[in-house]
């Protein structure tokens, strides 16, 4: 057996360079002369009497925690980080301490205790947006796991979701949801760290392709707006906030895995936000509708389409009558819903027969200061048809922490969930 025989007062670091070298010109001899049949590994390094054992790239975890808050019934999604590993080649092994059970008034919540590091909603959050809302549930980790419970109590096959935070889906959302079988889809918006999400089950649907797009990059660069692009033009202010929105869209086309002649256009957004901008929203949906059609008439001829999302609008609004309707005149209120100063009148039109798959809710956002319906599944109506709707909490259940978020519901926005089936 070969031995490395070094001085004692040689230094460990100039030893082991050497031994590196000896190594790497070994092997460059073995390969020119080519594998050799069966051949031992070469014996560990020695010096002196020890012996060293020498790993390259081992794998390595650099970052296991749990959440801050775990809550008693509901799932937990540890945070995993490797180095030159992947977490599903990795064994987990869970212990837990014996505690009291549900009280079944409120969750029970424990602190873990440890070196992790603690996310903190923003002062904002506890102060101006949700002061009614008791500080430890706006915690990430706290809703994290509420969120969780939820989603995965619906055993939707799809689900679309907005506002993500970019680093929730990737380290939470994502693997918690994976684990029961749903794959998510993620499109950020430009310059932010919060997008949209598509989840489907995978045991049911497979991905054939995406056609995702930012609404201001569409308009300046797909000829496909070029029409609309060039009436934004005669108004410049309108134009000039529509292309400074990061405002997406996310559009996923999905076939059945029993049925593959059976396939599904997804789009998915979260349209600008100003109570005041109605004349930007038709413009954005105008984009989305357009880009759908094209999917859905050109590239997938006749495939149904799922249209969802935070659309921000009532159904009083000129967006929801323009989506549900296929139109919308010149002369409609929203197109002033800024004052006359930021007037952009334009006839619209697109040509899918689209109904809101949940109806008029009162409701699907309640706030300190604000309730209305702003959130709809929009559905083919000539191929797809509602089933069944879940019904949404009731009043005094939204109300009981006074409004949302709260100590019970994670979101300021409730979600909508039905059952479709193919005409």
Same mark, same amino acid.
């Given at each position: 057996?070969? *031995?490395?025989?070094? %001085?004692?007062?040689?230094?460990?670091?100039?030893?082991?360079?050497?031994?590196?070298?000896?190594?790497?010109?070994?092997?460059?001899?073995?390969? *020119?002369?080519?594998?050799?049949?069966?051949?031992?590994?070469?014996?560990?390094?020695?010096?002196?009497?020890?012996?060293?054992?020498?790993?390259?790239?081992?794998?390595?975890?650099? +970052?296991?925690?749990?959440?801050?808050?775990?809550?008693?019934?509901?799932?937990?999604?540890?945070?995993?980080?490797?180095?030159?590993?992947?977490?599903?080649?990795?064994?987990?092994?869970?212990?837990?301490?014996?505690?009291?059970?549900?009280?079944?008034?409120?969750?029970?919540?424990?602190?873990?205790?440890?070196?992790?590091?603690?996310? +903190?909603?923003?002062?904002?959050? *506890?102060?101006?947006?949700?002061?009614?809302?008791?500080?430890?549930?706006?915690?990430?980790?706290?809703?994290?796991?509420?969120?969780?419970?939820?989603?995965?109590?619906?055993?939707?096959?799809?689900?679309?979701?907005?506002?993500?935070?970019?680093?929730?889906?990737?380290?939470?959302?994502?693997?918690?949801?994976?684990?029961?079988?749903?794959?998510?889809?993620?499109?950020?918006? +430009?310059?932010?760290?919060?997008?949209?999400?598509?989840?489907?089950?995978?045991?049911?649907?497979?991905?054939?392709?995406?056609?995702?797009?930012?609404?201001?990059?569409?308009?300046?660069?797909?000829?496909?707006?070029? +029409?609309?692009?060039?009436?934004?033009?005669?108004?410049?202010?309108?134009?000039?906030?529509?292309?400074?929105?990061?405002?997406?869209?996310?559009?996923?086309?999905?076939?059945?895995?029993?049925?593959?002649?059976?396939?599904?256009?997804?789009?998915?957004?979260?349209?600008?936000?100003?109570?005041?901008?109605?004349?930007?929203?038709?413009?954005?949906?105008?984009?989305?509708?357009?880009?759908?059609?094209?999917?859905?008439?050109?590239?997938?001829?006749?495939?149904?389409?799922?249209?969802?999302?935070?659309?921000?609008?009532?159904?009083?609004?000129?967006?929801?009558?323009?989506?549900?309707?296929?139109?919308?005149?010149?002369?409609?209120?929203?197109?002033?819903?800024?004052?006359?100063?930021?007037?952009?009148?334009?006839?619209?039109?697109?040509?899918?027969?689209?109904?809101?798959?949940?109806?008029?809710?009162?409701?699907?956002?309640?706030?300190?200061?604000?309730?209305?319906?702003?959130?709809?599944?929009?559905?083919?109506?000539?191929?797809?048809?509602?089933?069944?709707?879940?019904?949404?909490?009731?009043?005094?259940?939204?109300?009981?922490?006074?409004?949302?978020?709260?100590?019970?519901?994670?979101? %300021?926005?409730?979600?909508?969930?039905? %059952?479709?089936?193919?005409?």
């Amino acid at each position: 057996m070969e *031995r490395a025989v070094r %001085d004692r007062e040689e230094p460990l670091g100039r030893a082991l360079a050497r031994i590196a070298a000896k190594g790497r010109a070994k092997a460059a001899k073995k390969g *020119r002369k080519g594998p050799a049949s069966g051949e031992e590994l070469p014996p560990p390094p020695t010096i002196g009497d020890a012996t060293y054992r020498v790993e390259r790239n081992p794998p390595t975890v650099t +970052e296991l925690r749990l959440p801050h808050s775990l809550l008693a019934g509901f799932p937990v999604c540890p945070k995993l980080a490797t180095e030159f590993a992947a977490p599903h080649h990795c064994l987990f092994r869970w212990f837990c301490e014996r505690l009291p059970g549900a009280n079944g008034a409120q969750p029970v919540w424990v602190d873990v205790e440890g070196g992790d590091q603690q996310v +903190e909603s923003t002062e904002f959050s *506890r102060t101006v947006l949700f002061p009614y809302c008791a500080p430890y549930a706006l915690e990430l980790d706290y809703r994290q796991s509420l969120l969780h419970k939820e989603l995965t109590g619906y055993h939707a096959d799809l689900m679309c979701l907005q506002e993500v935070d970019q680093a929730v889906f990737t380290d939470s959302l994502g693997p918690a949801l994976e684990a029961f079988g749903l794959k998510g889809l993620f499109k950020i918006k +430009e310059k932010q760290h919060e997008g949209l999400a598509t989840f489907y089950r995978q045991d049911k649907l497979q991905l054939l392709s995406q056609h995702d797009l930012t609404f201001s990059q569409a308009l300046q660069e797909d000829p496909l707006h070029q +029409e609309l692009q060039d009436k934004l033009a005669t108004y410049p202010m309108v134009q000039e906030k529509v292309l400074q929105r990061s405002t997406v869209l996310q559009v996923s086309v999905l076939q059945s895995t029993n049925e593959p002649s059976r396939k599904i256009c997804v789009a998915n957004t979260h349209l600008y936000w100003h109570p005041k901008g109605g004349n930007i929203r038709l413009i954005q949906a105008a984009v989305a509708l357009s880009h759908i059609r094209h999917i859905a008439c050109e590239l997938y001829p006749g495939i149904p389409i799922i249209f969802c999302g935070d659309f921000n609008s009532t159904p009083s609004s000129g967006l929801y009558r323009f989506v549900s309707s296929g139109n919308i005149d010149e002369n409609h209120e929203d197109w002033v819903s800024n004052g006359e100063e930021e007037k952009c009148s334009m006839s619209l039109t697109h040509p899918f027969k689209l109904q809101s798959a949940c109806g008029e809710p009162a409701y699907t956002n309640y706030v300190g200061g604000f309730h209305g319906c702003l959130d709809y599944i929009f559905i083919d109506a000539h191929a797809l048809e509602v089933e069944q709707v879940i019904p949404l909490p009731s009043h005094e259940e939204v109300t009981t922490h006074q409004a949302l978020p709260s100590v019970s519901h994670p979101s %300021d926005h409730i979600a909508l969930i039905c %059952d479709l089936k193919w005409k």
